[in-house]
């Protein structure tokens, strides 16, 4: 490995025989991009990985037996992916900023929660979370200080965490930056409006379709900025009580349980508004 310490890129791609990456990794320190993707027998990845400090692509999707990943520390990173690793339920601990990632995109793991450390992701804009669990999301999470789109599609449900600093801070709690918000088909009851909705009071675009909640309430007219909306193939929505002032687009295709009474209130409600509609 002494005579490869100036390698730059390192990639093991579809090693089948590939189980673990081991410590020698640590002599490479001029490695710039490291890609095991699709090693479908790696179980092991050596805490090593997480200290390449000129590293700037580490690609590790695919491997279906790797259940951990160690801590990064990686200053230079500027893509993670870790995709398709279906039996990886657990997100790295973030050691010290990394201010290099802009986008993350998980599909198809069985990580149930990010690390408080995650939000050391300092610059990140976009984070999409794809085909997962139930996700327990922290709500300062959404509070990342460049965080403006959240992707989220396929959950099997969205439950909030909250610290006790969170719990005070609840009084006087200042919006999140997130202006697109897509969380179709996540099983989303009634309480994700109650919990931790009123962060979102910045969204542009959201994407509630597909889910499971009975009511639009209230408070969404708190969305001052909400522009577009998409409620379509929500079965068991039966009322709408609020309309954000500025909405422009709203979409309530396939809503069931929606009466004529429930679709006469809303109109209503909105007949002073330039609004494009579409229900059934």
Known sequence: MQKLRNLRVLNFDCCECLTQIPDAVSN??????LSFKNCVNLVRVHNSVGLLHKLRILEASGCIKL???????????EKLELSHCSSLKSFPEI???????RELRLLGTLIKELPLSFQNLTRLR??????CGIVQLQSSIVMMPELTLIEA??????????????????????PSKVELLWASKCNLCDDFFQIGFTRFAHVIDLDLSNNNFTHLPECIKECQFLKK???????????IRGIPP?????????????????ISMFLNQVLSCFLCIFFL
């Not at 490479?28 to 991009?33: F, I, P, R, V």
């Not at 909306?229 to 009322?239: G, H, I, P």
């Open 95 to 101: 050691i010290g900023k990394m201010e290099n990632i």
């Open 126 to 131: 976009k984070l999409s979370l794809l085909f």
């Open 153 to 174: 599609w396929g959950w099997k449900g969205w439950q909030w965490t909250k610290r006790e600093e969170d719990e005070e801070k609840d009084g006087s709690m200042v």
């Open 67 to 77: 259940r951990n990943f160690p801590p990064l520390k990686l200053s230079s990173l």
């Open 28 to 33: 490479l320190q001029n490695l710039e991009e």
């Open 229 to 239: 909306l998409d409620v379509s193939c929500c079965r068991q929505l039966r009322e």
């Open 246 to 262: 500025k909405l422009k687009h709203f979409n309530a295709t396939n809503c069931l349980s929606l009466t004529s009474s429930s």
